[in-house]
Structure formats: C-alpha cells, structure tokens
C-alpha cells in the first residue's frame, strides 16, 4: 500500500513539474508548482518527516505560491500573457537532462546496495525538534531569529516611499 502512493507522488510530481515548466500560461504553471509542492510534502509524511512536511505547506503553498498567485491576478494583462523566450535552447537542454538522468540512474541503480529497512513506528518529529530548539541549540536560533528581524527591518527600509524634499517638518 505504502508503494502505491509513493508511486502516485511520484508521478504527481513528475508530471505536475512537467507541466510547471511547459506551460505557457503563467496561472497554469502556478497551480502546476502547487502540485508539485504538495506531492513533495506527501512523499515527506510517507518517509515520516512531518516536520518537513507541514514546513513545505506552510512555506511553500501557503506562503510564497499564494503570494505569486496575487501577484500574478493583480497586475493586470499578465494572466493574457504568453511566456515566451527568443532564446530556445531545446536540443542542448535535453541533452543536458539526459546526461544527468543517466548519471542519477546509474549512481542509485549500478553503485548502491539497497536494502529494505523494516518499517518504523510513527513518531512525531516536531516535540524532538522543539526541545532541542530550545536547549542544545538556543544559540543558533537566536541568532536566526535576530538575522530575520534585522532583514525584515532592512526590507522595510528600502521598500518605503521617500519623501518629497519639499516637506514641511
């Protein structure tokens, strides 16, 4: 059972990248990348990192998807848009492509011994997580946390108005 939706993930993924990057309309390829997100966050709960599974929804579809999905309804004529490029490389693309397939292939299929890992109890990640968080590696995320409020201040200052010179004060 766990097989059959590993492969369905899987080929949601595949095919909704696919369609993500050949598509030529943008709104299309927005809900195509949503797929792809929530496949990905589906084979994290199949591999019991729910952890990384909830962080890929709340980050990815929730926040950066969405904030392209208003970006992209809001400007106007951009949903009428074609993407189109003057450059089409498509022939050294593929090559490329293939070139690394073969090569990802012949890495997990030739060289490695795989061996079926008996399956694992269920265990949530996040309490682990949260209390290391908070007692072995304090420091770091504090210094995360500062990093992030000085980078939301900086953004907020260079994405504010100036003022006009004339002003009264």
Do not use: C, H
């Not at 059959?4 to 696919?18: G, K, Q």
């Not at 969405?66 to 106007?76: A, D, S």
């Not at 209390?131 to 953004?155: C, H, K, N, R, S």
Request: glycine share 6%.
């Amino acid at each position: 059972m766990i097989t059959a939706i590993f492969w369905f993930f899987a080929v949601l993924i595949v095919v909704s990248a696919t369609a993500t990057v050949f598509s030529k309309n943008i709104i299309y390829s927005a809900f195509s990348l949503l797929a792809t997100f929530l496949g990905v966050a589906g084979i994290y709960v199949i591999l019991n990192a729910d952890f990384l599974a909830v962080t890929q929804i709340m980050v990815y579809v929730g926040g950066i998807l969405t904030l392209l999905l208003f970006g992209v309804m809001l400007t106007n004529k951009i949903t009428m848009m074609s993407l189109k490029t003057d450059v089409f490389n498509f022939i050294p693309g593929l090559l490329v492509a293939l070139v690394v397939l073969l090569s990802l292939l012949y890495v997990v299929w030739i060289s490695g011994v795989w061996t079926e890992a008996p399956p694992a109890a269920w265990n949530t990640t996040v309490e682990r997580l949260g209390y290391l968080g908070i007692t072995d590696y304090i420091l770091p995320f504090e210094v995360i946390a500062i990093v992030l409020l000085i980078a939301v201040i900086g953004a907020s200052y260079i994405a504010r108005k100036d003022r006009p010179e004339t002003e009264e004060k």
